[in-house]
């Protein structure tokens, strides 16, 4: 069964940085892209930001210039570089695996917290 494994959250002040990352127990040919979401109390779960197998990124607009999102050598780990973090950043970032058979799964979910 493949498996998310989450890290990196915590609780950081605003204009601080923190890396999320995501590696996944599957072979990287498997992979199709790899996602981040986030979800903040009371509010729909939002994309940050998305990576095909090729490493082609794609941002929402309230990350694009802070966030960076990359993978490793392997692809079977994906990072999300989150610079510049504003209170409104406050959520639990999931990652999210879509294969090549177009099913997903879902990490287990880090919480970052922004304090003002």
């Known amino acids: 069964q493949v498996q998310l494994v989450e890290s990196g959250g915590g609780l950081v002040q605003a204009g601080g940085s923190l890396r999320l990352s995501c590696t996944a127990s599957?072979?990287?040919?498997?992979?199709?892209?790899m996602v981040w979401y986030r979800q903040a109390p009371e509010k729909q779960r939002e994309l940050v930001a998305t990576i095909t197998r090729a490493g082609s990124p794609n941002y929402a607009d309230s990350v694009k210039d802070r966030f960076t999102i990359s993978t490793d050598n392997s692809k079977r780990t994906v990072y999300l570089q989150m610079n510049n973090l504003k209170p409104e950043d406050t959520a639990v970032y999931y990652c999210?695996?879509?294969?090549?058979?177009?099913?997903?799964?879902w990490g287990q979910g880090t919480q970052v917290t922004v304090s003002s």
């Open positions: 999210q695996l879509d294969d090549i058979g177009g099913n997903s799964r």
């Open positions: 599957i072979s990287r040919f498997s992979i199709s892209r």
